[in-house]
Structures are given as C-alpha cells and as structure tokens.
C-alpha cells in the first residue's frame, strides 16, 4: 500500500517537471511569424538566397554555363565511381585547402598553379580580410598567401565542417595536369627569386638524380633540369620521404574530389567564364571582379611537349601513371605529344 503511494507521489513529482518544462520553454521562445514562416526576414523583405540554392533554381543563370557545369559535375561522379574502390571518412588533414567565406556561403579548394592566388585575393575582398581594397590586384601575391588571412574548413569543429559542407557552395579550379606540372616546374625552379625552393628541392634533386654534380649546384640546387624534375616524382623514395610539395601535389589528392561533392568544377582553360559563373552564383558579380590573366606567360601546351621531349617513354608513363587520376576524374585526354 505504502509502496504505491510513493509511486504516485514519484509520478505526480514528474509530470510536474515535465509540465514546468514545457511552461518555461513557451514562454522563452517566440513563435515564427507568418512572414517567417514564408522565408521572409523581420524587415519585410526576402533573405538572400545561397550560392547553392541559386546553383540549383536553373532559371537563374546562363542556361547553356549550368549545363557545362551540370555535365562536368556527373562526368566527374560517374568517374569517382568507376576508378575509385574505397570511400573514406574525410579528416580535418583533408581540409587544409578548402578555403571558408561564411558570409557568402562559399567553399573553395585552392590548387597552386591554377589561379589560385587571384581567387584567394577576391575571397579577401569578399571576406573583408582585405580591408578597405576592393581591387583584387591591389593586393600583393605574397599577402594573399599569408596563412590566417582567410580560414581553412579544417580549423571548425566536425558539425560546422558538416553544416557547411552541406549548405555552402562547394567550388574548385583544376587544370590540364602536365602542363600544371610544367607550370610549377618553370616558376619554382627556373626563376632565380625561388631561392627557398632551390634549397629545400632542387639541392636535394640534384644529389639524387645528377650523375658528378658540381659543388656549387649541390649548394645551390638552381639549376634543376626538368628531366630531373621528373625523376624525383617518379622515384619511390620521394613520397616515402615526405608528402609532394602542394605546387605538384595531384588534385585528387589536394582536393578529395570524391569524397567532398563539388558544386563547381571551374577549369583554367575556361577560367574567366567559369569565375564569371561563381561570382554569379554567389550574387557578387557587382561588387568584385576576377583579375584577367596575362595570356603571354602562360604554360601551355606546346612549352610542355618542348620540355617533354627529352623524357624517354619509359619515364613518361610512369609520369602519368602518377597523375592518371588527375586526367580521368577531370576529363583530360592523354597529350598528344607523349609515347606512352
């Protein structure tokens, strides 16, 4: 009898708690307003729609760009699921590249040596890192790679790096993958400014892959042949060493583009139209503009099959075997120049 009464009393207690819970969460919250309830914010007018829910809405854009981009999104897809066997959970290490513009809801992962220093410079413009200058080009090359003028998704918690890799507008910039490793090869090891690169790499190529190297270049290492270039990526012992420096690391490996579900896969051949695209996208075509590109120094095609002329076949499929990746999940046919 006693026992009951106390299980009553236990469950009177209870309920009470419950009922003053509910009472104090009604009276905290205020209820959405029919105007909220439309999408519409406190001042009447609509919120601003995402890049994402832009992409999305066709009517919003150039028809004939979203198909583009819609056909290299699939393509892209459909490649990650025929040449890659294994899905991994991503890590904050994965991150490091993908740069964070909270307040226009975008996500880029830069790639060096694909116009990654002018997209950090409007992303500085865009984020207010860089201060009064609306000019992209009025920022200097070497401050729009200062580390901590724009955050990376690998420094938020793991539910922001979901939250934003589920909202924001995921964007990337690739590039023809030979003459991307030309490209770093021609500015890290054939401009005399480079000295830091000539020290940490090439006295270190030159050892290695240079039969009675002279003292002054084991000292100075400014004077990698590109051939010597390529038997230091090809060599196993490289990447056992350490990890490829990022300027001739592969996408896929940059980027992860098969576990992260880009949006927009710009590429340099198309570089202004597909800059153009995002710049849309994200509503701020009116407020930055994409720098144009000197066309005249550019690294195309021809200076790479010059430079792979003297690359036996040997050395060249075991080239693009190492980047085979970065050619199939970006569509590049193999160059026309090599003897595979």
Known sequence: ???????????????GCFLMVIFYFNSNLKPASA???????????????????????????????????QGRREFLEEACRSYTRKRRVLIPEDLKHVIVDDQHGLLYCY???????????????????????????????????????????????????????RSYLKFVFV??????????????????YNTAFHKRYGTKIVRR???NPQPDALEKGDDVSFDEFVYYLV??????????NEHWERVHSLCHPCLIH???????????Q????????????????????????????????????????FYQKKLYNLFRMDFLLFNYSVPAYLKL
């Open 1 to 15: 009898m006693r026992k009951s009464k106390i299980i009553r009393m236990l469950f009177a207690l209870s309920l």
């Open 35 to 69: 105007s909220e309830q439309l999408g519409e914010r406190s001042d009447g007018q609509k919120p601003r729609r995402s890049p994402l829910q832009t992409l999305y809405d066709g009517d919003q854009v150039e028809s004939a760009v979203q198909a583009i981009h």
């Open 111 to 165: 790639v060096p040596k694909v116009a990654c220093t002018n997209w950090k410079r409007v992303l500085m413009v865009l984020t207010g890192a860089a201060g009064s200058r609306r000019d992209p080009l009025e920022i200097p090359a070497n401050e729009a790679h200062v580390s901590g003028n724009l955050r990376t998704l690998s420094e938020y918690s793991a539910s922001q790096i979901n939250q934003r890799l």
């Open 175 to 192: 590039r023809e993958p030979f003459e991307r490793l030309v490209s770093a090869y021609r500015n890290k090891f054939t401009r005399s």
């Open 209 to 211: 892959h240079r039969a």
């Open 235 to 244: 060599d196993p012992a490289t990447q056992m060493e350490e990890p490829f």
């Open 262 to 272: 880009y949006d927009v896969v710009g590429k340099y051949e198309t570089l202004e």
């Open 274 to 313: 597909d800059s153009s695209y995002v710049l849309r996208l994200a509503g701020v075509e009116d407020r930055v503009r994409f720098p144009a590109s000197s066309k005249s120094a550019r690294t195309t095609g021809d200076v790479a099959a010059q430079l792979f002329l003297n690359i036996s076949p």
